[in-house]
Nanobody, 125 residues
C-alpha cells in the first residue's frame, strides 16, 4: 500500500483559486492511476478528476470541467488539482486516491485502494 498525503486546502472566496497537492511515498507515483474525490457535508464521496500513469489522459466530473485541472509530476511523485473559479458548492473534504492495477481511469471509490487523509476546501459566498 502506498502512502498519500494531501495539502493545499483552505478557505477561499467564491471565484478564487486553490491548488491541491498529493505526495506519494513508498512506491513511485508513476505506478498508479491517480484521482481526486471529494465529500461534502452529509453527501457521499464523489469522483472529481482522474489521471492515467503517464499524464496523457484525464477525466473530470461534469461539474468541474473547464474549472479544475488535474496534473502529475512523476519525477517528484506528486499529483495536483488546480481549482479555479471556485464555487460554494465545491466546499468539501478533498481526497487523493490511487490504484496500481488496470489501465482505465476509474470513477468509483471502491476501485481505489490507496487514500490520503483528506484536506478541507471551503469556498465562501
Amino acid at each position: 500500500q502506498g502512502q498519500l498525503v494531501e495539502s493545499g486546502g483552505g478557505l477561499v472566496q467564491a471565484g478564487g483559486s486553490l491548488r491541491l497537492s498529493c505526495a506519494a511515498s513508498e512506491r513511485p507515483s508513476s505506478l498508479y492511476i491517480m484521482a481526486w474525490f471529494r465529500q461534502g457535508q452529509e453527501k457521499e464521496r464523489e469522483f472529481v478528476a482522474g489521471i492515467d500513469r503517464s499524464g496523457d489522459s484525464t477525466r473530470y466530473t461534469n461539474s468541474v470541467k473547464g474549472r479544475f485541472t488535474i496534473s502529475r509530476n512523476n519525477a517528484k511523485n506528486m499529483v495536483y488539482l488546480q481549482m479555479n473559479s471556485l464555487k460554494p458548492e465545491d466546499t468539501a473534504v478533498y481526497y487523493c486516491a490511487a490504484v496500481l492495477t488496470g489501465l482505465v481511469i476509474r470513477t468509483t471509490q471502491d476501485e481505489y485502494d490507496n487514500w490520503g487523509q483528506g484536506t478541507q476546501v471551503t469556498v465562501s459566498s
